[in-house]
């Protein structure tokens, strides 16, 4: 199982950025898919997780209204659209998979399949 997160990069403050999440060896259609990220000296947190079974989302408070959650089950692909980024969104941000459903709301300890990450480092 294996899954690899692309996309990221430098943006200025403001600007957008998406994220990809491909899985090999296993589909993700049974499983439930979420972005974190992990800032240096703080803990890895949650940001956007989607469900397997009816795709309910759930956002964290910091990027609701900006960050986007979306699946390609025929891709075998998770994508994290992030538009008017700002300073506080620079981290090293990771996928990761669990056989769903999942019971938390987008809790790192729920999920036992992780990518390596991808830098997202927003900054003037």
């Known amino acids: 199982l294996q899954l690899v997160e692309s996309g990221g990069g430098l943006v200025q403050p403001g600007g957008s950025l998406r994220l990809s999440c491909a899985a090999s060896g296993f589909t993700l259609d049974y499983y439930d898919i979420g972005w974190f990220r992990q800032a240096p000296g703080k803990e890895r947190e949650g940001v956007s997780c989607?469900?397997?079974?009816?795709?309910?989302?759930n956002y964290a408070d910091s990027v609701k209204g900006r960050f986007t959650i979306s699946r390609d089950n025929a891709e075998n692909t998770v994508y994290l659209q992030m538009n008017s980024l700002k300073p506080e969104d620079t981290a090293h941000y990771y996928c990761a998979a669990a056989l769903g459903p999942v019971p938390g709301p987008c809790d790192p300890p729920d999920y036992d399949t992780w990518g390596q990450g991808t830098q997202v480092t927003v900054s003037s």
């Open positions: 989607i469900a397997s079974d009816d795709g309910s989302t």
